[in-house]
């Protein structure tokens, strides 16, 4: 895959999706976010229990993941809905939207004197623009446009054996094309950090990735959490991994052995630098796919050995399993099944080319199975408490 028929954006971005987001400021908007999804065709609702009552910093990473979904690549414009004057502005959010020469709308439900008439007005304006958004036509486009993120779910023993490597062959297939790849979930490199921080193109990377790991083990064990006692997960263990270090060391394959560039923050813009990239998120799936989404990945590759339903809206999620058993668990839910690479007579180069040929389906306008369901999840990763 040297192009992809995709849609360019104003800011010069290019998107394999062309969605119209309909997004809330805080948790009193949701449902009238969630209704005007449900009445306009192809519109999506981003909601979510945050954006009131929170610590600056946490401000600042709902603000910028909401602002990362509504300037994402795949999506052509935006509908802001807030309650009333919240500590996540709706008019600065639409203001930050436009700049990207993307359209978008900015309604409050008390300035339009209610949930009703908030409730036409945002119907009105996302009309609107999904009317505008079918209008538009895919062209080709330069592979290097493209950013691939990854994820785990539900490991087991096959996924560090099979799945995971079929995930690295292709992503780094991407990155050889000038595209972009990005991994996160920073607790799980709990254990293999060493070996990690060693594929760093600069001492200060090497320096970077090793302190967020003892950040993040310092955070934990301040609430009283050993998470190498509580980790791996009983799902993990019920796929036969025995420890945090063996689950750790599975997972960092998915990555593939290449340099790091660098290592970045939650929900932060991915760099246009091609290369390989950590996106610093928790362990928690949905947490983690909403940040590399908010970052402006084009699709997630999500590597699974038990079967998982984690999916993404925004981002075309697709999952690969090398677990026979998964793949008959949740067939619905498994894109790509690689088992035969594992239990058969095939390759793990044959199991990259099947990944690298749904992925090819999949960014020129193929749906995965988890968008034909319907199924995505939206978790914003907060730093502390409610004020």
């Known amino acids: 895959m040297t192009e992809f028929l995709g849609y360019e954006r104003p800011d010069g971005s290019v998107g394999i999706r062309n969605h119209v987001v309909v997004v809330s400021t805080a948790p009193y908007a949701n449902d009238t976010v969630k209704r005007t999804a449900d009445i306009v065709e192809n519109a999506?609702?981003?909601?979510?229990?945050?954006?009131?009552?929170?610590?600056?910093?946490?401000?600042?990473?709902?603000?910028?993941?909401?602002?990362?979904?509504?300037?994402?690549?795949?999506?052509?414009?935006?509908?802001?809905?807030?309650h009333a004057g919240e500590i996540v502005d709706g008019d600065e959010l639409a203001d930050d939207i436009a700049e990207t020469g993307r359209p978008s709308a900015s309604i409050n439900i008390h300035d339009e004197k209610g949930v009703m008439n908030a409730l036409?007005?945002?119907?009105d304006a996302t009309q609107e623009m999904v009317q505008d958004a079918s209008a538009m036509n895919r062209a080709p486009h330069d592979a290097s446009k493209l950013t691939f993120g990854i994820n785990c779910a539900t490991s087991d023993t096959t996924s560090g054996l099979c799945q995971h490597h079929a995930t690295a062959g292709a992503v780094w297939r991407l990155i050889e094309q000038g595209g972009r790849g990005v991994f996160a979930e920073t607790p799980e490199f709990f254990g293999g950090e060493e070996e990690l921080a060693e594929r760093a193109v600069?001492?200060?990377?090497?320096?970077?990735?090793?302190?967020?790991?003892?950040?993040?083990n310092q955070r934990l064990q301040a609430t009283g959490y050993d998470v190498r006692g509580a980790q791996p997960t009983p799902d993990n263990m019920d796929g036969g991994l025995?420890?945090?270090?063996?689950?750790?060391?599975?997972?960092?394959?998915?990555?593939?052995?290449?340099?790091?560039?660098?290592?970045?923050?939650?929900?932060?813009?991915?760099?246009d630098e091609s290369g390989m990239y950590i996106m610093d998120t928790p362990g928690h799936g949905a947490e983690s796919v909403t940040g590399i989404g908010a970052g402006g990945a084009h699709f997630m590759v999500i590597s699974t050995g038990q079967g998982h339903t984690l999916s993404n809206a925004v981002m075309p999620t697709l999952k690969i399993t090398g677990n026979p058993g998964s793949a008959e668990?949740?067939?619905?839910?498994?894109?790509?099944?690689?088992?035969?690479?594992?239990?058969?007579d095939q390759s793990l180069d044959w199991a990259t080319d099947q990944l690298w040929d749904e992925i090819q389906d999949v960014v020129n306008g193929k749906l995965t199975l988890s968008e034909t369901m319907g199924e995505s999840q939206f978790a914003?990763?907060?730093?502390?408490?409610?004020?």
């Open 380 to 387: 914003i990763h907060r730093i502390g408490p409610s004020t």
């Open 44 to 82: 999506i609702p981003i909601t979510h229990p945050l954006g009131r009552c929170q610590t600056k910093p946490d401000v600042f990473q709902t603000y910028r993941t909401l602002l990362g979904y509504a300037t994402h690549p795949n999506v052509y414009g935006a509908v802001v809905v807030a």
């Open 329 to 344: 668990r949740v067939p619905e839910q498994t894109d790509v099944d690689v088992s035969e690479a594992l239990v058969g």
């Open 120 to 123: 036409d007005a945002a119907v």
């Open 202 to 216: 600069s001492d200060e990377v090497k320096q970077k990735i090793l302190d967020r790991v003892e950040y993040w």
């Open 242 to 271: 025995t420890t945090i270090e063996e689950k750790s060391l599975g997972a960092l394959v998915k990555s593939g052995d290449g340099p790091i560039q660098d290592l970045i923050d939650y929900g932060e813009k991915i760099p």
